[in-house]
């Protein structure tokens, strides 16, 4: 299957920054990897504009479940359709965290994604606390179960596994740690979307950076990544491709 580099411009982003995208797109003209930005929605539509005809695809950051209606300040999976985006990001942590989202509400917001023909990113991962206590396994099992879209297929959903703790931190987990997860959550999607788990993409997240990138890559059941910070400047996304 082909890798994935995905970045999330998280609330960071105006015109100005196109400039990167420009530049990115310049210095990975022909990735070996699938290529992917998800900029703030403000930007999504400017974005996908730069990005005509090149490999880099653009994605939103969140969207609501409902196809339309009285949600004010909330887009659709169809909204982000309509403005360029090919793929969204559901169920961050920081949106877990900072808006409560629950595993029902990303699997209902990934099932809406989905049916507007965007591929949706779940993100899953395990705070401090519960790895310290030996939950990481049974905290991820069960975001994944919950998260999990129903006739979810490798064309449809990709899984982004970050830990917490190791988002925005500069802290990332041993390469032992990450490869026992990805190894777990790639068992548990034979056990919810049978043969469909060999080629659905798991993605690490958590201060993926040009100097470890390679190093994560190179691990079994390893599909790509999910970047934050390194995503906003071209020279260190382009890096993190070219490790794919
Ligand atoms: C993220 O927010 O998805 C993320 C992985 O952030 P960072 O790379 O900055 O840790």
Sequence with gaps: MKKLAAGNWKMNGTGADLAEVRALIAARPEPDCDMLL???????????????????????????????GAHTGDISAAMLRDAGASHVILGHSERRADHGETDDQVRAKAQAAIGAGLVAVVCIGETEAERDAGRTLAVIGGQLDGSLPAGASAATLIVAYEPVWAIGTGRTPTLAEIAEVHAFLRSRLRGLIGAEAEGLRLLYGGSVKPSNAAGIFALPDVDGALVGGASLKAADFAAIVAAL
Excluded: F, N, Y
């Excluded at 998800?38 to 653009?58: D, H, Q």
């Design 38 to 68: 998800c900029p703030p929605a403000t930007l999504i539509a400017r974005m996908a504009e730069v990005a005509r005809g090149s490999a880099l695809r653009v994605g939103g950051q969140d969207c609501h479940a409902a196809a339309s």
